[in-house]
């Protein structure tokens, strides 16, 4: 039975009120305390008096928030993010000031800088009682959700008549492994577990498994995959592409941009979240619709920019820029403090956390966070049925301070307070919802290569080519997400990867490119955490051994015989595809012969078929290297500056998790292995589809109307090997529709053929594999 009318106007009526008087109570104790701010007459007030120009004072602040506060955010949603987290103080200060002028005759007076201080406390205060009495009243709280969900009912077109399925919650803890996990949920010497509320989670309706990643490692491969279908020709987070000369980074908007569209027509629809889903905080929207901090439509300028347009939905409140503001400053003093504390201890590894990523972790472990939280909260409550959401806070502290420190593991309890937040919110939503929790991979620990050696990759590969080595040692940033994110928040230019002297600036490990001021010859040399790529510029398409060994006959000795590399893979004139190691172990990986031990034994089971699925990549670089690993440490070296690190193979950095309902069907049957992003996108869309949700749509054939599935006639008649295309094309390839749960085409059979973009000759020889099928769809 639906509430009289008038008891919904008197709760609305009794909340502003108290609100109201908590906010006269607060300026009457702050002007007593605070000598520059007063609230009588020179000639001195009465209480009773002095009281009513407190309530004047506080009912004038609190119009003006309720009504400027949104007018202003939305005419500043064009600047930086963080600069307008760092205007909140000034805005609201300045707020007070008018307020203050509105009471009559002159009793209220308050210096700039105290109306600062007023003005975030009195915030603060009206917000936790706003909160404490809306949370208390359960029948304003349910008849917010009515009023949602009668508007997305009316915004669907639905009479309401039947109840909608249950919607699906996708949290990405960015760089979480599976082994981090489990040790976050197990309690210690009679302390509670460092994330409570996911332990209660497995010990009640959620299972967990590990799933193993594609060789590269990284956000950038895994998110593509896990949300578009397809992580085809991502070699790594940055590779150099030879036919348009531009370095692609992952976490950079307009590379981010490229690869979504790439992805999506490869997999033929525009991705897990195309019908009426949300991305927040991810590098790629998986086709929905309602976007907040996304780095592949962050490069857009103008009103437009969806992306930009959850800070509005935040910082609208202005209790809520506030406290982000004051948690801000709050995580760069933390950061400054941890750092000079490992210092001091002389912890080992260590790397270098001054300059700008005290404020860089502050974004990603504190704005990031909140407005994406934020946004997810207000996705359950709108009832939407798909929301992805990347929360990378973890990923940028372990980065720097180590994947088990005291400071990863204060993140993760954080997390586990925004996950339990969600959760609460989702249990009183207008629709029922199902938490999966999910990463996209892990962190291997481990000293950096330049720390463990005393010089970079680039170094060693410019010592093989007999070419000078620079003195000038450069530092290679973080690859994490936040860093770019934070870029885009800030509105600044991308910085380019190669600068106008031939060297890459941004990524340390750098090179000449030609036309660049520098020689020709030299390399470009980038890295990928724990994962080193070399191409040569002047050559056009993919170098082959026999081409490098001609003009540097030892150059991959000196890289495979370093005891920092593990091995490296190129590509052979004869063999195809060859893994070399040290002592001159070899593997060649298109017709199974192995010389010595395989280099890649010690990385475990699917290194194999990882390292050959990324040989034939479009994309894939003259020389790709991954570092050394001791599985009794479970180390790598990082190529970046990095003591977690993660985008090559070698321990936990390859094992992320995935945690979902039980009553969702198991990822894969007993006893199967969960292996590549792109398998994981068809298991999420399978869990979609069992909730009755939206049907991710097959884009149409311009000539047929069909459904975007090129070469699926071959899979249903074509005999057991695949006709060798024209030595003039491109890489062939049979592809399949992503939701069939069969392998993709380069499972089935591949004509191995020259991995470039320009069309050149393909090497002479074509790998036909049988057709194993999937037995979990």
Known sequence: ???????TV????????????????????????LPDFRLKSDGGDSATRIAITAAIGAGAFGVLSALVWPLLVRALLLMPALVLGLLVFVLNGSMLLIAISLIPDGRGAVEP???????AVMSAASSATSTFLTVRDDGAYRRRLARLAGRRRRRLGEDGGSEEPPGTVFLQLDGVGHAVLREALRERDNRPPVMPTVARLIRSTHKVMPWRTDWSSQTGASQLGILHGSNEDVPAFR?????SGEVMVSNRPTSAAVLQRRAAARAGHDGLLTVDGASRGNLFTGGAEQLALVLSVAARRGPHNRSRSGYFAYFADPANATRTAVSFLAEVVREIRQAARAKLRRETPRVKRGGLYPFIRAFATVVERDVVVTAVMGDILSGRTAIYADLVAYDEVAHHSGPRSRDARQVLA?????????AKVADRAPRDYRIVLLSDHGQSPGETFAGAYGLTLEDLVRVGCGLPVSRRAGRTPSGAEAREAGRAALHRPEKPEVDGDGRCAGVGDTAAVAGGGAPASDPIVLASGNLGLVSFPDVPGRMSREQIDARHPALLRTLADHPGVGFLLVRSEAQGAVVLGAEGAEHRLD????FGTSPLTVFGPGAEAAVRRTAHFRNTPDIMVNSAYDPARGTVHAFEEQIGSHGGLGGEQGHPFL????????PVAAGEELVGAERVHRVLRRWLEEADGPQVPEKETAATGEAYAPGAEALMGAGPAVAEAPAAQGPTEVAVPVDTGLPRASDVARTVQDSRWDGAPAAPFTVVRPVVPNKTR
């Open 659 to 666: 945690l979902w309902p039980a009553e969702l069907t198991p």
């Open 239 to 243: 590779w150099y592409e030879k036919k």
């Open 10 to 33: 008197g709760g609305t009526l009794l909340r502003v009120t108290a609100v109201w008087a908590v906010s006269t109570l607060t300026m009457l104790a702050l002007a007593g305390i």
């Open 591 to 594: 017709t199974g012969e192995v």
């Open 1 to 7: 039975m639906q509430k009289p009318q008038w008891k």
């Open 113 to 119: 800088e105290t109306a600062v201080v007023v003005a």
């Open 414 to 422: 954080r997390l586990d307070r925004s996950i339990a937040l969600i």
